[in-house]
């Protein structure tokens, strides 16, 4: 069965840094999500991205944030300068049609210290 | 806007009990609905859904939920639990259409089955 694949598992980083967290979407589908889940919390809408373009952004998804589909295969959430606060369990999804059949990757955890 | 509401953050239950999950969810548009299990230390994985048709949805394990539009629920309930059912369960909703795609999740449930 197709995965979304994540990678890295666990990323640690010193606050004030940038990192890149990875995700390979099934290659047939046309919206990419991202989502995360702080520890003990709900999991939360971050941004959706269809046709090489953000279509939806929530609060959250300020501007140390940014999305980007490189090369045709991968899909990748950027934070500029990471907060303590942005330590979650990040977690990107696929779909072929929309809000349904969403296939969601086995997450990162990002540590941040 | 969608919001879900899942009331039981704990529910332990003894093995081959039923158990019940509950979940509420308000919307001011017509809405899918999910559940999502998230095993310890793994994504989420999408246990059932309800697009249209009949309000009464099964899983490939034993699990259903029934949509309920006047009560704005969608319960999850299973009549005989294992031990391998112990996992977080999430609710989730969406819009149907147009640019309401994201997904909207409730606080989750921990399902605990003990021997």
């Known amino acids: 069965e197709p995965e979304v694949t994540q990678t890295p598992s666990h990323q640690v980083t010193q606050m004030g840094q940038e990192v890149i967290l990875r995700c390979v979407p099934i290659?047939?589908?046309?919206?990419f999500y991202w989502y995360r889940q702080i520890l003990g919390q709900k999991v939360e809408f971050l941004v959706s991205f269809y046709n090489n373009e953000i279509s939806e952004k929530s609060e959250i998804f300020d501007d140390q944030f940014s999305v980007e589909r490189p090369d045709g295969s991968n899909f990748t959430l950027k934070i500029r300068s990471t907060k303590l606060e942005d330590s979650a369990m990040y977690f990107c999804a696929s779909t072929k049609t929309g809000n349904i059949g969403y296939t969601f990757g086995s997450g990162t955890r990002l540590t941040v210290v | 806007a969608q919001s879900v509401t899942q009331l039981d953050s704990q529910v332990p239950v003894f093995e081959e009990a039923p158990v019940e999950l509950r979940c509420n969810y308000s919307?001011?548009?017509?809405?899918?609905l999910f559940w999502y299990v998230q095993y310890p230390n793994q994504g989420l994985q999408l246990l059932l859904k309800?697009?249209?048709?009949?309000?009464l949805v099964e899983s490939i394990n034993g699990f259903e939920a029934e949509f309920n539009k006047s009560q704005t629920s969608f319960h999850l309930r299973k009549p005989s639990v294992h031990i391998s059912d112990t996992a977080e369960y999430f609710c989730a909703v969406s819009g149907n259409s147009g640019s309401a795609r994201q997904l909207t999740f409730g606080s989750g449930t921990q399902l605990t089955v003990l021997p």
């Open positions: 919307s001011s548009v017509s809405v899918y």
């Open positions: 290659s047939n589908h046309l919206y």
């Open positions: 309800y697009l249209s048709g009949s309000t």
